[in-house]
């Protein structure tokens, strides 16, 4: 059987992290399902966990009155849900909807928020693995707003 | 690579409609077949022809059909304009003009042995579909081949059926993503970059053929170079706008190349100084 230190050492996003990081990380994290169709998060939630996906897929969708939500990207296995628990007001700004069956580590982020401040290389880590994850979502999203499918 | 002009590149000939298929709420699939005294039906994947609507233009247009199919000529045409509008209305039985085809092909004779990465944008998938035929009718010749395609929405995706019916052929891997997906979409959403994590590549036995608009080709050799790719296995096909199509007019000169006569594929490093320019 899998252990949960042995699952986080393995995922994509936490790839080469040193050992003693990962056995503090390991004290907030937790195995977590989803069955297709529920929530992980809504808009508004207490932003108090991050996932990694180890397999499934995942909607971010931005609800919009009087229409139904707009699904801006998917998320699958090897990748990061969510940093809102990281900057207040630790609310979630968009929606997270399983589009498939899902596993993932949940990662309490009130939790590993104060590690990170009793360790700040710990926290220097975590911070420059999710800045390299923010900036490529922002790329993407450019790319989304250039419409670059419009002229051939 | 490159086709020798034929004695006749200025004659067209006659073709009739033999089928017209809606692909997308605005993009059809027309079938060809020479009327009688023409048979220019053989081309190379990646060509192109001027399609003569009697009375409104001629347009240039890649030929999209199997290139083992030698009885016709298949289009897949955007209609986003009068001349272009005109040519996906003709009914069944209609004559329209041929000429052609013009251009360079694919590099699938350099191709075999390797794998195939084909990465295409909207209707970039049209020139690119003879390359899957290609592979998928001669299968044993090529390595893996791995699609990638995105377009802006669900609705704005080609050749559903087919892309569904080569994700189920073996060594194959076919992924798609929109831009924005409404809530029954259960596919990926993102840029067609945003793919690559999930294709199985394997950088040093592969060659990538791209088509899509020129941002998005810009966006993916970037991609294809991160994932080791080198420059000289990445080919691209470019558009302008070909009138001529024999490389007297230059209408669609491209810096020192003429696209209709030495394109519209071309190797990324020929091409790569001149994508970076502004306004070219």
């Not at chain 1, 998060?41 to 969708?61: C, H, M, N, S, T």
């Not at chain 1, 982020?109 to 490529?136: M, P, S, T, W």
């Not at chain 2, 360079?104 to 084909?118: K, N, S």
């Not at chain 2, 990638?148 to 609705?155: C, F, K, M, V």
Request: net charge neutral.
């Amino acid at each position: 059987m899998e252990t949960l230190e042995r699952i986080i050492a393995e995922h994509p996003f936490l790839a080469d992290l040193d050992p003693g990081f990962t056995s503090l990380m390991v004290g907030c994290a937790k195995n977590v399902r989803f069955n297709r169709g529920d929530y992980l998060f809504r808009e508004g939630d207490p932003a108090d966990q991050f996932y990694l996906i180890r397999e499934g897929k995942v909607a971010v969708e931005i609800f919009a009155p009087q229409r139904t939500p707009i699904i801006v990207s998917t998320l699958g296995e090897g990748e990061i849900l969510g940093w809102s628990w990281l900057l207040p007001p630790y609310q979630w700004k968009l929606n997270a909807r399983a589009l498939e069956y899902l596993r993932a580590i949940a990662l309490d982020g009130k939790c590993l928020r104060n590690k990170c401040e009793q360790n700040h290389d710990l926290g220097y880590e975590v911070l420059k693995r999710f800045a390299r994850i923010i900036e490529q979502r922002l790329e993407a999203t450019r790319m989304q707003l250039l419409d670059v499918y419009a002229v051939r | 690579m490159a086709t020798a002009v034929k004695a006749d590149a200025m004659v067209t000939q006659p073709y009739l409609i033999r089928d017209v298929s809606k692909e997308t709420y605005d993009t059809f699939t027309l079938k060809l077949e020479p009327d009688k005294g023409s048979n220019h039906t053989q081309f190379q994947p990646g060509q192109f022809s001027m399609l003569w609507v009697f009375g409104v233009g001629e347009l240039p247009i890649s030929i999209s059909g199997d290139p083992d199919e030698e009885e016709r000529l298949v289009y897949t045409v955007r209609s986003v304009g009068q001349a272009t509008n005109a040519l996906v209305t003709r009914s069944v039985g209609e004559a329209i003009g041929v000429r052609g085809p013009f251009g360079t092909g694919w590099p699938l004779e350099a191709a075999r042995g390797h794998d195939v990465i084909v990465v295409a944008g909207g209707i970039g998938l049209a020139p690119l579909r003879p390359v899957i035929y290609e592979v998928l009718n001669h299968r044993k010749d090529y390595g893996r081949l791995v699609i990638l395609y995105g377009a802006r929405s669900p609705r704005d995706l080609l050749y559903r059926k087919e892309l569904a019916s080569w994700a189920r052929q073996k060594e194959t891997q076919v992924l798609t993503s929109v831009d924005y997906g409404g809530m029954s979409w259960r596919g990926h959403v993102g840029v067609v970059t945003s793919l690559f994590k999930y294709a199985r590549l394997k950088p040093s036995r592969s060659v990538a053929m791209v088509c899509g608009p020129e941002i998005m080709m810009r966006f993916v050799t970037r991609e294809l170079e991160t994932y080791g790719l080198s420059r000289s296995d990445i080919f691209l096909s470019m558009e302008r706008n070909m009138k001529c199509a024999v490389g007297f007019c230059g209408h669609c000169q491209y810096g020192p190349h003429f696209i209709c006569k030495e394109g519209p594929v071309f190797r990324f490093e020929q091409l790569r100084p001149l994508l970076e320019k502004y306004e070219l």
